[in-house]
């Protein structure tokens, strides 16, 4: 038996969403409740419709028989798209929160990680957070003694190891919280999204230490949206969707099913109930599309034409000055680039009450293709207040052309890069062996005035 | 690596009604609860000006305020002791029970990012609140008993029970902490009884009076409330007041006994909702 890591068997979770919406309720409430709803319920029968305590509160699941075993030593990627059950999967099998149903037996000592510097405190130092957090993520007081200079290396923090961590910058911050991270050694690794923070060299810096932790032998489970971390990292992928196991094998041919399916992406996201939209009191996000060119809603878009992001929000509250913004991050999870409203329409004048929509066109000839993910956000500037950003509220593929015509122009295989703008080229036959000053004055002046 | 993999195996399935306390997995984390506290006590006084100096500014003043309104013009009897030493020596652990319970009821909600994230006896965050506030006890105490010397009272042998008397405090604390930490979950309610809670039971332990106000069968049966125990025993442990309160402690430890196992209980039932909840 011991030839398994971690079995899983029929596990579901359940969330009652009144409950978990409302986030808590007063003792009023569960009184009155408690007070009302049997007379509700006789009144339903009365009326002879089907009653039972499942229908006052409404129920989702999270989970719903999910059943797979891992072998010691795999390293399996779970994947889909947002509301899967993927961080609720692991929030299971790290014992945060219980199951419905179902049993999973694990074998080996577990650690999470489910975020990256859980229970840092700002007031502390870098020291002392590397001992609080080594502690609350399950290590031994000596061995985090022993890993202690090991970390502040790895996380390049030596200077400013006895400053609060309160002064420093949001980069170092995350390098120490991942570094303390990094260096638990449990035999059973369970990963939630970690790598979408930090800058491009770091997230590197941290999948090879991934990759380190995959090959001495660990078994590892790692949910991500980074597609090329999954198959890189995961020689076995799991994809969820709603709650049920949808595919699960080699992980290059589960990301591409991924992919290839729409499953990865939703091109609208809707919020009918506006209590639970994000946002605040001012402003609410009710909704985003992606929108082709002609109007239509786009989850795939030329990669030549152009791309509107249309988000949908209501003002709550009258005299705020708003300011739509955009974040768009690639599949790996490098932000691309971030953008403001300047519509002079709106811009710099407090709203009144009501809805709005704005969109923002992406030029055609500028994204690289691959999957975008499109972070709706709402600031006012002064002062300087952030309603809502949701990272990733929508997302869309880029497809580029084989015509010829885009920036990989006779280039037939996988081309690198975050942008793919199409640049004004000029080539010319030079017999002499150089070409004048004139020409290059002259190429650039064109440029400017065809490119605008 | 095999023995290692035998060793550890975790069931993980839905727990139904009440579940076992799980007291050695509680002592598997002792470490994190000594961090737990630790770090309380670390941060608590950070940004103030006046730091630890609080935590004897609190009893102290109080007494000032209480010798001046019941010692001298209600004219409150204080069993033949100077009235600011008696009310003091019961402001020491009544203060040290009144933060502790403040503080552990509110103890969950203000690490709910913990308990969303990571997976540990939930049990170590209000026990290491409650076990924080034994520095500023310790602090109040060096002032009670330079009081003591300014009075000329000499503590008793009896002064030997002490540690078991604040054993006594802390149990009761944690005690109706468990339960506030597991209700305030869910209900907020909570948040806004305690003070209230506390003020009340000011009153209703013997630090402005003393319980010999009562008759005997009374005054034993006054012991249900757990902090008059403690408050007895301060007294005459350090002070030397006349009669024992054997039978009030004792009366005191079964209640806070009581309290102690039903509110470890509750928790461990409730616990199962706390980060799907809070």
């Known amino acids: 038996m011991s030839d398994i890591a971690i079995r899983i068997e029929g596990i579901s979770k359940e969330y009652r969403i009144g409950r978990k919406q409302e986030g808590y309720k007063t003792l009023r409430d569960t009184l009155t409740d408690a007070l009302i709803s049997p007379f509700r319920r006789a009144g339903k029968l009365l009326r002879g419709q089907a009653t039972g305590a499942a229908e006052l509160d409404e129920a989702i699941w999270a989970l719903r028989d999910v059943s797979f075993e891992v072998k010691p030593g795999e390293v399996v990627g779970i994947i889909g798209r947002n509301g899967a059950g993927k961080s609720t999967l692991l929030k299971i099998l790290s014992r945060i929160t219980e199951p419905t149903e179902g049993y999973a037996e694990i074998r080996g000592r577990v650690g999470s990680l489910l975020e990256v510097g859980t229970g840092f405190h700002s007031e502390l130092t870098g020291r002392e957070n590397i001992y609080l957090n080594g502690a609350i993520l399950g290590m031994r007081r000596a061995e985090i003694e022993r890993k202690f200079d090991e970390i502040v290396a790895f996380a390049e923090v030596e200077k400013f190891i006895d400053t609060p961590v309160k002064h420093y910058s949001s980069g170092m911050y995350l390098r120490l919280a991942f570094a303390v991270a990094a260096h638990l050694e449990p035999e059973i690794l369970l990963v939630d999204e970690v790598l979408a923070v930090g800058d491009a060299a770091f997230q590197r810096k941290c999948l090879n230490k991934m990759e380190s932790v995959g090959q001495q032998g660990r078994t590892v489970l790692f949910v991500s949206h980074n597609m090329p971390a999954i198959t890189r990292l995961c020689e076995r992928t799991i994809l969820l969707d709603a709650g049920h196991v949808l595919h699960d094998g080699p992980s290059h041919r589960v990301v591409t099913t991924y992919l290839n399916s729409g499953l990865g992406t939703t091109a609208v996201r809707e919020w009918p109930d506006l209590r639970q939209a994000p946002g605040n009191e001012v402003v609410r996000l009710c909704a985003v599309r992606v929108r082709a060119e002609d109007g239509r809603i786009a989850d795939a878009v030329d990669i030549r034409r152009p791309v509107g992001i249309e988000m949908e929000y209501e003002v709550l509250t009258s005299g705020y000055t708003l300011c739509p913004c955009l974040t768009l991050h690639n599949e790996e999870g490098v932000l691309v680039f971030c953008a403001f409203d300047l519509d002079p329409e709106w811009r710099q004048r407090p709203r009144p009450v009501g809805r709005y929509v704005s969109t923002g066109w992406i030029p055609g000839n500028l994204l690289a293709e691959g999957t975008m993910i499109v972070g709706p956000a709402m600031r006012t500037m002064v002062p300087n207040i952030l309603h809502f950003h949701e990272l990733d509220a929508v997302a869309f593929q880029v497809i580029d052309s084989l015509e010829g015509d885009s920036a990989r122009g006779d280039w037939a295989q996988p081309l690198p890069g975050v942008m793919r703008p199409l640049l004004k080229w000029r080539t010319q036959f030079c017999p002499n062996g150089h070409s004048t000053a004139v020409v290059v004055t002259e190429g650039a002046g064109v440029n400017k005035g065809e490119v605008v | ?278």
């Not at chain 2, 009544?94 to 203000?110: P, R, V």
């Not at chain 2, 039978?247 to 806070?256: D, E, G, N, Q």
């Not at chain 2, 039903?262 to 409730?270: D, E, I, P, T, V």
Request: aromatic fraction near 16%; include cysteine.
């Open chain 2, 1 to 278: 690596m095999k023995t290692a993999l035998e060793t550890h195996i975790t069931i993980i399935r839905p727990s139904r009604g009440w579940v076992s306390l799980r007291l050695h997995e509680l002592w598997e984390y002792h470490e994190l609860l000594y961090f737990l506290t630790w770090r309380d006590i670390k941060v608590r006084y950070k940004q103030t000006i006046l730091g630890a100096a609080w935590a004897i500014i609190q009893p102290f003043f109080t007494m000032v305020v209480f010798s001046l309104f019941f010692g001298r013009l209600a004219k409150v009897p204080s069993d033949g002791i100077p009235y600011p030493i008696f009310s003091y020596a019961a402001l020491v652990p009544w203060t040290f029970f009144a933060h502790g319970l403040a503080q552990s009821s509110n103890s969950l909600i203000d690490s709910a990012n913990l308990i969303r994230k990571v997976y540990f006896p939930r049990l170590t965050i209000p026990i290491a609140t409650v076990l924080s506030g034994v520095v500023d006890f310790t602090l109040a105490f060096i002032v009670l008993l330079g009081m003591m010397f300014f009075y000329g009272i000499m503590p008793t042998v009896n002064a030997l029970w002490l540690p078991l008397l604040l054993v006594l405090a802390l149990v009761t604390a944690l005690g109706v902490g468990l339960w506030l930490a597991a209700m305030n979950v869910q209900f907020r309610d909570v948040r806004y009884t305690v003070p209230f809670l506390t003020q009340f039971w000011l009153f209703a332990t013997p630090i402005a009076y003393p319980s010999s106000l009562l008759a005997e069968p009374w005054r034993t049966l006054y012991g249900i409330n757990p902090m008059v125990g403690v408050v007895e025993g301060f007294r005459w442990a350090l002070l030397g007041t006349e009669t024992a309160p054997g039978p009030i402690v004792i009366v005191s430890c079964l209640a806070a006994l009581g309290l102690l196992a039903s509110g470890a209980l509750y928790f461990r039932r409730m616990e199962k909702t706390f980060a799907d909840v809070v």
